[in-house]
């Protein structure tokens, strides 16, 4: 590998924890400076961080098909997302309607989400495209891209707090949406410099719509369940218990955040073994570790720095929800392992039986009053371990003999 790559995949695991800071920074902004509208806008940036990952199937399909053509798989995958990012747009849309501006008078919050629906449509391509970059080894252009969000982000929240006696919803959604469109624009503009950019709507071919249809389908059946399980959660909290949502919210954007650092190393693990090596599994935990080990132990550092910002009970619960990343390691390596040998499926199987056997009675438990807004990333955290075991149970009973191995 070259250097240049290593400093690249430096950059990309470094970027993860940019893009977790810039969360966890906004939030704690937002919950200080704006504490009547905290509500609103920490379960919007729930409700988009559930659905966008919704087009991730279609750039993990770019990233497999691109060892065959990257300007092909880059024009088929974009000519798909025009259609899924409309749709992922309009569900947005719908969801937030209802849940954020039901009822009395919403002008404002309605053309807030309105704005925010044609971020949403953005966001899709915009990940699209710095995977694009990542694989060509510009991992400092998306890092630099994700510094100036983030300052972008804050500066904005900043700006109304000082500039305007009353918050505005459409201040907001227009900054946002000026921040989301230029990093569009950008992101594109590095792409057409590097040369790698021509595109062309492309109908995809019968072997390129059969590859996408293999890859797409159980990774999509993936981000449901888990982008439905954490929606479920924040729905609940929220609904049952507004003015406590953050004792919930804070704690659970730092286990978020180390799961998301964390997970990176699943690419990793793809890109530096085979499905030849016959320790492949134990390689892979000891990878996943070997390049995460330092994730919790910053998370730690951040919420000690944060102390006086938080009560004692979400200071402490903060800590707690850290503590759950050796179960988090275990299945990043699984899911390494599994998509390396090509089972999609098993990843997308053991999510759905999770889904419907743990996270729907928890939601409910949660509504009913059964479990308290701060302790629900306990419960969040035993998952991860259930996780583990039906996937690491699927996993040797389709892989139990060598001869069952198959490369992507």
């Known amino acids: 590998m070259k250097r240049s790559d290593v400093i690249s995949d430096i950059f990309f695991v470094i970027t993860g924890g940019v893009d977790v800071v810039k969360g966890i920074s906004v939030l704690f902004l937002l919950s200080t400076v704006f504490p009547t509208q905290f509500g609103v806008l920490s379960v919007n940036m729930d409700i988009m ?11 993990v399909a770019f990233l497999q098909l691109s060892k065959i053509s990257k300007r092909r798989a880059y024009n088929v995958c974009v000519s798909a997302l025009m259609i899924i990012g ?15 501006a039901h009822g009395g008078d919403n002008t404002e919050k309605i053309i807030f989400l309105a704005l925010r629906t044609f971020s949403v449509f953005i966001l899709v391509f915009v990940i699209l495209n710095q995977s694009y ?36 919803y459409v201040i907001a959604g227009l900054g946002m949406v000026m921040i989301d469109s ?32 293999r890859i797409v389908v159980p990774e999509l059946f993936t981000v449901a369940s888990i982008s439905l399980s954490g929606l479920l959660l924040s729905a609940a909290a929220f609904k049952i218990s507004p003015g406590h949502f953050s004792d919930f ?18 690419v990793l693990i793809m890109r530096r073994y085979s499905v030849d090596n016959p320790a492949l599994l134990y390689d892979a935990f000891l990878y996943a570790f070997k390049t995460t080990w330092f994730v919790p132990a910053g998370l730690a550092l951040i919420a000690v720095a944060l102390f006086g910002q938080m ?31 090509a089972a999609n499926d098993i990843i997308s199987s053991a999510n759905k039986w999770l889904l419907v056997l743990f996270f729907f009675p928890l939601s409910a438990g949660i509504y009913y009053g059964h479990v308290e807004a701060i302790n629900i990333i306990h419960f969040v955290g035993a998952s991860y371990a259930l996780r583990a075991l039906t996937m690491f149970y699927l996993y040797n009973k389709r892989f139990s003999s060598d001869d069952n191995r198959c490369a992507i």
């Open 49 to 59: 961080s559930a659905l966008i990952p919704f087009g991730s199937p279609w750039v």
């Open 86 to 100: 409309g749709m992922i747009a309009a569900i947005y849309l719908v969801i937030s309607l209802n849940l954020i």
């Open 133 to 168: 970059l990542m694989l060509l080894g510009f991992g400092q252009s998306v890092f630099w891209l994700q510094i100036g969000v983030w300052l972008a982000n804050f500066g904005l929240y900043l700006t109304i707090w000082l500039s305007v006696s009353e918050f505005s």
């Open 182 to 213: 230029l990093l569009l624009i950008v992101g594109l503009y590095i792409l057409k410099k590097t040369g790698n950019m021509a595109y062309t709507f492309t109908k995809p071919s019968l072997k390129f719509s059969f590859k996408i249809r």
């Open 249 to 266: 919210r804070i704690p659970f954007a730092f286990q978020v955040a180390c799961w998301m650092i964390c997970a990176r190393a699943t």
């Open 311 to 341: 009560s004692g009970d979400q200071f402490i619960h903060s800590l707690a929800a850290i503590t759950y990343y050796p179960a988090m390691i275990v299945v990043i390596a699984l899911n390494g392992v599994v998509r390396l040998k």
